[in-house]
């Protein structure tokens, strides 16, 4: 319940670079995707996610320059199955259209991923006879 509490806080106090990545993909308006923000997930709290394509967008400050503990954060993200894309503040704030641009390159091939559990070679052949018999 703290993370809860403490990710609306966040939300209510976002910065000027999330406040702006947040308007160009809330409701849908980026690729028709949903987001969500300051989402609590284990012992983190993300600044963006979208569940379906497991895709975790951060924008950081300075204070993240090669953080050790945004290293292990990431590896448990990646163990979790999600991608972790990381923006800049200023990279946000300057060229929106670029990071926007960048991520498409991201999500494109995310959403052309094989089914988790695909049927196996020539599965598909034989349910077809099977319902085509009965």
């Known amino acids: 319940m703290k993370a809860n509490l403490f990710s609306k806080e966040l939300r209510a106090k976002q910065t000027e670079a999330e406040k702006l990545f947040w308007s160009k993909i809330r409701g849908r308006k980026f690729e028709n995707l949903k987001f969500r923000r300051q989402v609590p997930l ?23 320059c090669e953080c050790q503990t945004d290293q292990f954060r990431d590896a448990f993200l990646e163990e979790e199955g999600f991608l972790v894309k990381r923006y800049w503040n200023n990279e946000v704030l300057g060229n929106i259209e670029g990071v926007l641009t960048d991520l498409i390159e991201v999500v494109t091939p995310l959403r052309k991923s094989p089914h988790p559990n695909p049927l196996p070679q020539g599965a598909r052949e034989q349910i077809k006879k099977l319902s085509s018999q009965g």
Not at 44 to 64: A, K, P, S, T
Request: proline letters at 0%; a negative charge; hydrophobic letters at 45%.
């Open 42 to 64: 284990g012992n983190y709290i993300l600044d963006f996610v979208c569940f379906d394509l497991r895709l975790v967008v951060e924008i950081d400050g300075g204070q993240h």
